[in-house]
């Protein structure tokens, strides 16, 4: 018994890994520019299949393939911002609408580019490392966790020890006082949108070997982020890394013990309870960022 | 007298149009006539403000409801249809309790993680159900005649028939309510909800009016959907659906009662005609998405916008009860927390 | 006899902030009752607390002796208090003759099922003339079919009295209705107030400015940082001492 939670602990711990990044993510641009990105699962999707591509069919390395990752959803991030959330600034649903037809969009191109089979990505190690018997931690889910804190350090240290962050932080609170301090806001909400689809990217390349990439994997990602995001108080990055690793524990011992449906119908019921209770999130506070 | 002829040819336009069209045109034209009532019972919803994603799961309510009672209980069609209609009303006003709680953003997450939940019982619950397949083999509508016309409903003709003419006696029956009293409460509470809670209006309770009814009726259509297909599952109405519907009201426009069904017509004219023609038929939502997109950037007010502008010289006064000019999506937004 | 409507011991906290510290006061019937003060004296607080805008955390309001504090905005004005908005809130997109028909919806509840049957005829002409009657008395009638938010910015503070007034209320709470009005249109909305307390209708006016409700108010409560200050007719309050301390006091504050 204390194996097996032992061995859920780990489990856990790895999904809540890669899910923080994507929340993160969500949570800055929301914080940034006000935006609900409801294509961030299809960011992730398209991460994953950056490592399809570069990784598994062209035989690069595996971290050139994630870094590759990162900077091109990154700036698939920016082609968002230009062409759809900065001409809907004053229009936050519209902005968010405009994402569900960019959703769809990469949907599209993803089953046009690589068919809607799902792709089979070799291991990048088929090492294990062994608590006990019934204990294990394959190396490749050890590589996302590490990676998983390295990123959320970097972001940390961006955030509070650069002027960058500053001024990102700046404009989360308030943007008209960012502004008149010489913030550009279309420097921040870049910078902000190429973070924030940059993990969601790297949170899709680090997993792919992991995880069965198809064009629709995006959805049960959104819906997982969407659920971490309202748990922990919208707008608040340590609220959406700390909802990540309790949301990520519960799925995974309900998963467990009972099976995956429930443990997404158990994750969804959580979130309308807090949309219900407290809308401001277990951890969070009102404010935006 | 002007309007009376319109609508008789109108009317007459409607027989007519089935029999210039194939056999799978004639199947597109039912579910075009099932979904206008979808994209109309979803304007209904969006009269107070708030915009659901749960809608389409709302839908799958009723035509889970229907099939079930048919194939449980023996329900005569029509009637169980009724009743899957009821159904969905039921559970939307079970909804309406946590989800009318939230305005805005809140509301929007909440409707989609509520419908969600409805998709994963039915994936998860075999019995009744049927898991990730669904229901299979639920009965269609029983033939009859009515003397001028035999309906034999495993003809689309037939069966488009009787969903027009359910379908119209809907939106009449939506028409009056949004030209009554309660419609215009139902304005009032999107505009200013303070100084209609001022006037004494029961803010909550006209949101949920609208919420409920709106679901009844798009359970209606579920249900009429149900019964045309004989199988469905919970991946007929997921997210994907929902993103149609929502591009049919933002391209049509929601300022009028019109607007989402000729965004509806309009597009599904061009994706069946043009893209399957074309052999694009894969590239469905790609463009899709490109048009959401495309619309909400540069023609915020949607076709009817254009075909307003274009009535004007016409009209003496201007249209009451429907006002126009409104970009919907950006009215709740600034329930940002 | 009971009062009216009576303030009685009203106190609003927001965190730690007491806003409005046990205030009583009783605004008589048929009356024009100003709520004065300067800013940040508390009176828009006490004004939300009436409306049911706000739930007072100790303290009632009651309505000929039945206590209303508490109600849900809604309910409140189906007690018969109808509020109106600072500025100039209305329903802009709808026609002016909507906003007022939106005014008789407690006069003429709305039935879903006899507006679709069409058997309401009879309350939707009782309520057309309900409205009709309200924009008459505020000289609206002539911009019936005009949109809300064309009008000119008298004319909407008017019709949001219209609104307010379409609802048959025994009270009215205005909410400093002579913000941002020229003399001319200050004068007119005077001349407005006083025809609506002469058909019987008890008006609640809370204002900044002091010297606009002078030569209007019946009876005026002074407030200051959340207390009663004093309470009187105008004269009395014009010659206070400590209403005259209270605003040069807190002018200076201010500026």
């Not at chain 1, 890994?17 to 609900?36: K, Q």
């Not at chain 1, 590490?146 to 932080?169: C, I, M, Q």
């Not at chain 2, 109309?40 to 009723?62: D, F, P, Q």
């Amino acid at each position: 018994m204390i194996e097996l939670l032992a061995q859920t602990g780990l489990n856990a711990l790895y999904a809540a890994s890669y899910i923080s990044l994507v929340a993160v993510g969500l949570v800055l641009i929301f914080g940034v520019m006000g935006v609900i990105n409801f294509a961030h699962g299809e960011l992730f999707m398209v991460g994953a299949y950056t490592v399809v591509a570069l990784y598994a069919d062209l035989q690069m390395p595996f971290l050139v393939a994630i870094t590759f990752g990162l900077i091109f959803v990154g700036l698939l991030g920016l082609v968002m911002e230009r062409s759809m959330f900065r001409p809907l600034r004053d229009n936050p649903l519209g902005g968010l609408v405009a994402s569900i037809g960019f959703l769809m969009i990469l949907q599209a191109l993803a089953s046009i580019g690589f068919g809607v089979r799902m792709e089979h990505i070799p291991p990048v190690t088929q090492e294990v490392i062994v608590f006990s018997e019934k204990v294990r931690l394959p190396l490749p889910r050890l590589f996302v966790m590490v990676a998983a804190v390295v990123l959320l350090g970097a972001l940390w240290y961006f955030l509070r020890r650069t002027r960058f962050g500053w001024a990102l932080r700046a404009s989360a609170q308030d943007p008209e006082a960012a502004a008149l301090q010489g913030i550009s806001i279309n420097q921040t909400a870049r910078i902000a949108m190429f973070i924030g689809a940059g993990l969601a990217g790297v949170a899709g390349a680090l997993t792919a070997p992991l995880v069965s990439v198809n064009p629709h994997m995006g959805h049960s990602v959104i819906v997982t982020a969407f659920i971490v995001i309202i748990v922990g108080g919208v707008g608040s990055l340590e609220g959406a890394v700390l909802a990540s690793v309790v949301y990520a524990f519960v799925h995974t011992v309900v998963t467990t013990f009972w099976d995956g449906v429930i443990a997404d119908i158990v994750g969804l019921s959580l979130m309308l309870l807090v949309l219900i209770v407290k809308p401001t999130g277990l951890f969070g506070t009102a404010e935006r960022a | 007298m002007l309007k009376a002829l319109f609508w008789i040819a109108l009317a007459a336009a409607l027989i007519a149009l089935p029999h210039a069209l194939s056999f799978s045109q004639q199947e597109i034209l039912v579910f075009l006539t099932i979904n206008v009532l979808l994209v109309a019972s979803y304007r209904l919803l969006t009269l107070t403000g708030e915009w659901s994603l749960a809608h389409v799961v709302i839908m799958g309510v009723g035509a889970y409801a229907s099939a079930f009672y048919t194939k449980e209980f023996g329900v005569f069609v029509p009637v169980s249809m009724l009743l899957g209609a009821v159904t969905a009303a039921l559970v939307a006003m079970v909804l309406s309790y946590p989800l009318f709680r939230m305005k805005g953003f809140y509301f929007l997450i909440g409707s989609f993680a509520a419908g969600e939940i409805i998709r994963l019982l039915w994936k998860r619950f075999r019995d009744p159900f049927g898991g990730p397949k669904g229901l299979k083999g639920i009965e269609p509508m029983p033939d009859f005649s009515i003397g001028i016309y035999d309906f034999d409903f495993f003809e689309p003709v037939s069966y488009y028939y009787f969903a027009a003419t359910v379908v119209a006696v809907c939106l009449w029956l939506m028409w009056r309510i949004e030209r009554s009293p309660v419609g215009l409460t139902f304005h009032a509470v999107h505009w200013q909800d303070k100084l209609a809670q001022a006037a004494g209006v029961n803010v909550q309770a006209y949101r949920t009016l609208a919420f409920v009814i709106a679901s009844g009726f798009a359970g209606l259509a579920g249900a009429l959907m149900a019964h045309y297909i004989g199988t469905i599952n919970p991946n007929s109405f997921d997210v994907e659906v929902m993103v149609f519907v929502l591009t049919w009201a933002i391209v049509g426009g929601t300022a009028t009662f019109y607007g989402p069904i000729l965004g509806c017509v309009v597009l599904t004219i061009l994706n069946e005609i043009v893209l399957r023609e074309m052999g694009f038929e894969q590239m469905r939502p790609l463009i899709y998405g490109a048009i959401l997109i495309l619309s909400i950037l540069f023609l915020p007010n949607g076709l009817e916008s254009l075909v307003e502008r274009a009535l004007k010289p016409f009209r003496r006064t201007p249209a009451s009860g429907t006002p126009a000019g409104d970009a919907p999506p950006a009215s709740p937004a600034s329930d940002t927390p | 006899m009971t009062d009216f409507l009576h303030v009685d011991g009203l106190t609003m906290r927001f965190g730690g902030l007491t806003a409005v510290d046990s205030l009583s006061f009783t605004v008589d019937h048929g009356a024009i009752h100003g709520l004065i003060g300067p800013n940040g004296a508390g009176k828009t607080t006490t004004f939300n607390a009436i409306s049911g805008f706000y739930k007072p955390t100790a303290g009632k309001i009651l309505l000929r002796g039945e206590e209303i504090s508490g109600l849900k905005m809604h309910d409140v004005a189906r007690r018969g208090v109808v509020r109106t908005f600072q500025h100039s809130t209305l329903f802009a997109e709808l026609s002016v003759l909507e906003n007022a028909l939106v005014g008789t919806h407690m006069a003429f509840r709305p039935n879903i099922f006899a507006a679709i049957a069409g058997w309401d005829r009879e309350d939707r002409h009782g309520a057309r003339a309900r409205a009709r009657e309200a924009l008459e008395f505020f000289g609206l009638d002539a911009l019936m079919h005009e949109r809300a938010g064309d009008l000119a910015h008298g004319h909407q503070r008017a019709l949001g009295m219209a609104v307010a007034f379409a609802a048959h209320p025994d009270v009215i709470l205005l909410d400093e209705p002579f913000t941002g009005m020229n003399p001319e249109e200050t004068r007119a909305m005077m001349e407005l107030m006083r025809k609506l307390r002469d058909s019987g209708v008890t008006i609640l006016i809370v204002e900044h400015d002091m010297h606009a409700i002078m030569g209007l108010c019946d009876k005026i409560t002074c407030m200051s940082f959340g207390k009663l200050l004093a309470e009187g007719g105008p004269e009395d309050i014009r010659n206070h001492p400590d209403v005259i301390e209270a605003y040069l006091g807190g002018a200076r504050h201010v500026a």
